[in-house]
């Protein structure tokens, strides 16, 4: 089994900084692609930053000021650093790792449950 798992949301006012951490860990035998997405209430998840399979950084336009995306070395952790955060940033942030079990095995889409991202004074 794959485990993805989300953490560092909180509450924070305008204007202030939060660090989210996503942690790949269980049975991967590589991790091709991860990559964070948020989902605001009544809204689609959206695509906020991610790492693609050639290691280049992909983020939104609507954050690329203000987020930062990295990874440790062995790639199974990502750190999503968010500044000057807007009430509009608000929304759940899950992290997803496509990876595979074994060298022949298929790609698939592993995702963790979630953490909250609140902004608000």
Same mark, same amino acid.
């Given at each position: 089994q794959v485990q993805v798992v989300e953490s560092g949301g909180g509450l924070v006012q305008p204007g202030?900084?939060?660090r989210l951490s996503?942690?790949?860990s269980g049975s991967i035998f590589s991790i091709n692609v991860m990559g964070w997405y948020r989902q605001a209430p009544g809204k689609e998840r959206e695509?906020?930053?991610g790492f693609s399979s050639g290691g280049n950084t992909v983020i939104a336009d609507s954050v690329k000021d203000r987020f930062t995306i990295s990874r440790d070395i062995a790639k199974t952790t990502m750190y999503l650093e968010m500044s000057d955060l807007k009430p509009e940033d608000t929304a759940a942030y899950y992290c997803k790792a496509s990876a595979r079990r074994t060298?022949? %095995?298929s790609l +698939?889409?592993?995702? %963790?449950?979630? +953490?909250l991202v609140t902004v608000s004074s």
């Open positions: 202030g900084s939060l996503c942690s790949a695509l906020v930053a060298w022949f %095995g +698939t889409d592993y995702w %963790g449950k979630g +953490t």
